[in-house]
């Protein structure tokens, strides 16, 4: 750079500096705003790393090497160029650093987990090692195979990993992680959306590195014995013997339960009491994530603590509450190999880790700080975690009690006017209230549903969690090496045994549960900002948050759904009717009928749905007629032979055979068609719309 060019770029980042010269007030006052709240500043680094891989995520394509250069040298010059400008600039510059390092982060993370993905539907031998044990959605034990082999597929071509969920006779292995296994069965690519703009499976299966999904009807047999020279399977090994003796030990449903908040095991809770769970909202307990790490260290620490202060020689003497500290850390992370180092409990463990950090460096261990904190550290590391519902409502929770608890230790009047005593109850259903409201809206729309009565379950449930079952567990696992463990789990029992009549009862209820509709992809994003605007920016400005939310919320209620849906096989068609969405048939393709009743927040069965088009439950031919479409859905080949007698003009046909290709006065969608398309959807004004073209040319949808 030469010297006129060095003073001409000084002197323009002079100019910008706010003063007269810039010659409006309107300039002055968000700088100020910025300047005058520089200490929470840091508050907003992981709301900017988000925001810049929630853009990653929703681009139509993925950038090539020379975008992802320009972008590197983009941030790199905002951040040095932050460091030139004056102060009250510097915070905009970082906060466009930030985002476009977001965009970094996750294009970086996407090839970093690049793998094989099957492209075709494959049928023959299946080898692989089992890495995972948990139940699909049909109660099936499914296992994840890695160190795949797959019969005339070079490695080069085969998946990382496999899921394969297992049917027919089975039992004659005992399924433990490390085993090498084979079978014959059928293998297909992780699923495309069931709708243009519907979730999409792809892009999480791209991420665990899982190339390929299916089930076996043929005996799983064992190929090897298991090795030791991976210490990750002897941890996991470890995990399966200690659930196997904790079912053992609690038979039934409690059993599973307790495997599954202790290991991470879920295959021994049946699906319908998976679903009491769920309609009752405590399916969360199930999820080893912030409350069972938090209450599980906390247990720890306070123990800890209390045990070395009853020593006066110790207490006088030693750091006592650091040493605490300390200790909770290890029992956290042992926690968290204990439970198989999932996403979940991953971020858990994060988190607390971060606050115990602060208490040992003499901080504020509880604080926005340290959320933000721990959100930075696992955007950093995973940044597709922001996708997923299961860091959204951990991280709506947290800020909200955090926030909610932070006002009460100001408010010290309104804290006196309430008896000492009524505290630790009011708390917990403080906790439970604010909890509740802040991961509503998330679990709405990340499921379509609101449980009712989900805030009475957890105000009889959760409390159980942190008074009984995690210092049980914690019990247990002390007797252990004495063989008394079973005293720590007897005690544990009852106490899920009240968690599952409780999550039974309240499922029962009349109108437990009330279908939602699914939002813009928009409305959530927006409803995010504008909660942390209201939280983090201080002052009347922040009130501007409501704004946001109100927008937000008027935009969920406004969100359209496509008029008609075509499944991306064919074999399914949803029109949209008075009563709801209309379905040509009344068992074909189950998933995507179960998934666009859901997304229309419609509480019908496929069943009912296919009841309101008035058509046979079997044939070759069901006529759909409503919001301005005429539609026929022929199946099999005595539908295609139907074909030309119903191709009228202004008529569309949906078939699920492949038609000699000839000019017809009839709109056709085949499957030959859908096989590049994806599944399609039309609007109102009978735009079309597909999977393809919406899910754009990213790796996980190549």
């Known amino acids: 750079m030469t010297g ?10 002079r100019g910008l500096r706010p003063g007269p010269a810039l010659g ?54 905002f951040v040095i160029l932050a460091w030139r400008v004056p102060d009250d600039l510097s915070p905009l ?39 995972g044990i948990d139940r699909a959605a049909t109660d099936r034990v499914r296992l994840t195979l890695d160190q795949v082999v797959l019969q005339n597929i070079p490695a080069h071509r085969t998946p990382k990993r496999v899921r394969i969920s297992l049917h027919g006779p089975q039992g004659f292995i005992m399924p433990q992680p490390g085993l090498r296994v084979m079978t014959t069965g ?43 020279s991976d210490p990750r399977m002897a941890v996991n090994r470890l995990r399966m013997r200690i659930s196997a003796a904790v079912m053992a030990q609690m038979p039934g449903d409690t059993g599973g339960f307790a495997a599954a908040i202790l290991t991470g095991d879920r295959s021994g809770i049946a699906q319908d009491r998976m679903e009491d769970l769920r309609r009752s909202n405590l399916a969360h307990l199930l999820a080893i994530s912030g409350l069972h790490m938090g209450l599980l260290t906390g247990f720890v620490f ?11 020689p110790l207490a006088l003497r030693l750091p006592v509450r650091k040493l605490a500290a300390i200790g909770a850390l290890g029992a956290g992370a042992f926690y968290l190999m204990l439970s198989g180092g999932n996403v979940a409990t ?68 309104f804290r006196s006017r309430v008896p000492r005593w009524v505290w630790p109850v009011a708390s917990v259903v403080l906790c439970s209230v604010v909890a509740g409201i802040a991961t509503a809206p998330v679990a709405a729309a990340s499921f379509n549903r609101v449980a009712e009565y989900g805030l009475m379950a957890n105000l009889l449930a959760v409390p159980l969690m942190g008074l009984v079952i995690m210092p049980s567990a914690v019990l247990a696992a002390v007797l252990t090496p004495i063989g008394l463990q079973g005293l720590g789990l007897a005690i544990m029992d009852p106490a899920i045994a009240w968690i599952l009549h409780v999550s039974g009862w309240v499922s029962g209820l009349d109108g437990a549960v009330t279908p939602v509709r699914q939002p813009a992809p928009w409305v959530m994003p927006t409803l995010a900002l504008g909660v942390l605007w209201l939280i983090i920016w201080q002052g009347r400005s922040g009130l501007a948050g409501l704004v946001v939310i109100a927008l937000a919320a008027y935009g969920w209620t406004q969100t359209p759904r496509p008029a008609l849906l075509v499944a991306p096989d064919a074999t399914l068609i949803g029109l949209m009717g008075p009563e709801g969405r209309m379905l040509s048939r009344a068992r074909s393709n189950s998933f995507a009928a179960s998934a666009w009743l859901q997304a229309d927040g419609d509480a019908a069965d496929q069943t009912r749905a296919h009841a309101r088009s008035g058509a046979p439950d079997a044939g070759p031919i069901a006529y759909l007629r409503g919001s301005g479409f005429d539609v026929v859905h022929l199946s099999g080949q005595g539908g ?23 000019p017809r006065p009839c709109d056709v969608i085949d499957p030959s068609l859908l096989r590049q398309t994806g599944a399609v959807s039309f609007d109102l004004s009978g735009v079309r719309h597909t999977v393809a073209a919406q899910s754009g040319q990213r790796p996980w949808s190549r």
């Open 346 to 413: 991953e971020r858990a463990f994060i988190m607390v880790a971060v606050m115990l950090v602060a208490v040992l460096l003499d901080r504020r261990a509880i604080s926005l700080r340290s959320v933000a904190m721990a959100a930075t550290l696992i955007l950093l590391l995973r940044p597709e975690a922001l996708m997923q519902a299961g860091f959204q409502m951990s991280f709506a929770a947290t800020v909200a009690l955090v926030a909610v608890f932070r006002w009460l230790s100001r408010e010290r009047e």
């Open 24 to 77: 409006s007030a309107a300039w002055h006052l968000p700088l100020q705003a910025i300047a005058a709240r520089r200490g929470r500043l840091f508050l907003f680094v992981p709301v900017f790393l988000a925001i810049g891989i929630g853009l990653y995520f929703a681009l139509p394509r993925e950038p090539v090497l020379a975008e992802w250069l320009a972008l590197a040298a983009s941030v790199l010059a």
């Open 302 to 312: 306070g123990v800890l603590r209390l045990a070395m202060a009853l020593v006066p």
């Open 640 to 662: 295609l032979a139907m074909l030309e007698e119903v191709c009228l003009p202004g008529r569309l046909v949906v078939t699920t055979e492949v038609p000699v290709p000839a």
């Open 4 to 13: 006129e060019t060095r003073v001409l770029l000084s002197g323009a980042l």
């Open 186 to 228: 059928h293998l297909s690519p992780p699923p495309a959306p069931s709708e243009p703009g519907g979730f999409d499976f792809r892009r999480l299966a791209w991420f665990e590195r899982l190339g390929a999904v299916g089930h076996t009807r043929v005996p799983v047999l064992t190929l090897a014995p298991v090795s030791d």
């Open 93 to 131: 510059l970082l906060a466009m650093a930030l985002t476009g390092a977001g965009l970094l982060l996750a294009g970086q993370r996407a090839h970093q987990v690049a793998a094989p993905v099957l492209n075709f539907r494959y049928f023959g031998p299946i080898e692989g090692r089992i890495v």
